[in-house]
Nanobody, 126 residues
Framework: VQLQASGGGLVQAGGSLRLSCVVS????????MGWFRQAPGKEREFVAT????????DYTKSVKGRFTISRDNTKNTVNLQMNSLNPEDTAIYYC????????????????????WGQGTLVTVSS
């Protein structure tokens, strides 16, 4: 399975960005999807996850109420709408896929994910 993330860029604090990740090479509905990020000098951290059906979502505390994860199973795409961005959100954002063809659950741990995109850089200026 291949993941292609896009949508990063430079934005001022308080602004918004929408990241997208297109998945190809496998049945998208079989995958739990997640977004992670890695800031300079820091470890990769969980941002958001969505179950295969889209009925369940979870977020890291620092983005709750500002970020929204969604998926379109007809377009093999997972999105991350990011609002009220602040400089602490600056990082490379990665989408990830975890195969789960039989159960509709969430995954928040990076090591649970088998497939990763190349990352897209988000820079928030103050």
């Amino acid at each position: 399975v291949q993941l292609q993330a896009s949508g990063g860029g430079l934005v001022q604090a308080g602004g918004s960005l929408r990241l997208s990740c297109v998945v190809s090479g496998s049945t998208f509905y079989d995958y739990i999807m997640g977004w992670f990020r890695q800031a300079p000098g820091k470890e990769r951290e969980f941002v958001a996850t969505i179950s295969r059906s889209g009925r369940q979502t979870d977020y890291t505390k620092s983005v709750k109420g500002r970020f929204t994860i969604s998926r379109d199973n007809t377009k093999n795409t997972v999105n991350l709408q990011m609002n009220s961005l602040n400089p602490e959100d600056t990082a490379i954002y990665y989408c990830a896929a975890n195969p789960s063809p039989f159960i509709d659950v969430l995954r928040t741990i990076a090591t649970n994910y088998e497939n990763w995109g190349q990352g897209t850089l988000v820079t928030v200026s103050s």
